[in-house]
């Protein structure tokens, strides 16, 4: 009977502490992602000026001169809401021992949440309410297409970039102005180039909109052919020992 009682305290406390972590970890890329999104708008002027006359540093301000913005002025805004959000759901799902993705979908609603408020606060075009959303809902698609085909592979950032691992780099995936892009190895998608005539590609990136995302046989072929690289190197190292 004490050891039964015993089992179910220890499986008791690894649940709290699984809850706990889940938590914790969803708090912080809360925070981690809502600083990077105050961040990049915060230095946004500073990249790209707003229109002359303009106050953009407060809400006031930006209610009554919204209409004097043109499309370059949504950019920063736009850039800082997806890589906000990225990384938010990024860190939920490092930092969480069970249930990641749950927490990383958690982190994406509250900030999904929290773009629908600023838009009912701010009158922003349509065309960059629709595109700040679908850009977040492409960008999530290819990150849960990578986990489902490398469900061993180790989320992390690198240069910048959320990034997928496992023994080496396997892909990365950012989003810039007019595109997102994935990038790869450069062997690798040499070998997929007949694959890709008519798309925007790179020395080492494959770019993609919302509107014409990377096929999923495309990524499943990129992933393969980046661990079979990778074992290739590891088998080669193991044989000069």
Not at 55 to 69: A, C, N, P, R, Y
Not at 145 to 167: D, H
């Amino acid at each position: 009977m004490f050891q039964k009682i015993g089992l179910l305290a220890v499986r008791f406390m690894r649940w709290i502490s699984s809850v706990w972590r889940n938590f914790i970890g969803t708090i912080l890329g809360l925070i981690v992602g809502g600083n990077i999104n105050l961040a990049i708008v915060n230095i946004s002027t500073d990249i790209i000026p707003g229109p002359a006359g303009a106050d953009v540093k407060t809400m006031e301000g930006l209610q009554k001169s919204i209409h004097l913005f043109e499309p370059k002025h949504f950019i920063m805004p736009f850039l800082a809401h997806a890589i906000g959000t990225l990384v938010a759901a990024l860190l939920a799902s490092l930092f969480a021992k069970s249930h990641r993705k749950r927490c990383a979908m958690a982190t994406g609603i509250v900030f999904f949440f929290g773009g629908a408020m600023a838009v009912s606060m701010l009158p922003a075009p349509l065309w960059f309410n629709i595109t700040d959303l679908a850009l977040r809902e492409a960008l999530q698609k290819l990150r849960e297409l990578i986990q489902s085909q490398v469900p061993k592979a180790e989320e992390t950032i690198s240069y910048g970039m959320p990034a997928f691992k496992q023994n080496g780099i396997l892909v990365y995936y950012a989003a810039f102005t007019n595109h997102m892009s994935l990038f790869v190895m450069p062997k690798v998608l040499d070998q997929l180039r007949p694959l890709l005539q008519g798309r925007s590609t790179t020395k080492s990136a494959i770019h993609f909109t919302e509107s014409d995302p990377i096929p999923a046989d495309i990524v499943k072929q990129c992933l393969a052919l980046r661990l079979q690289e990778i074992e290739e190197k590891l088998a080669k190292k193991k044989s000069k020992k």
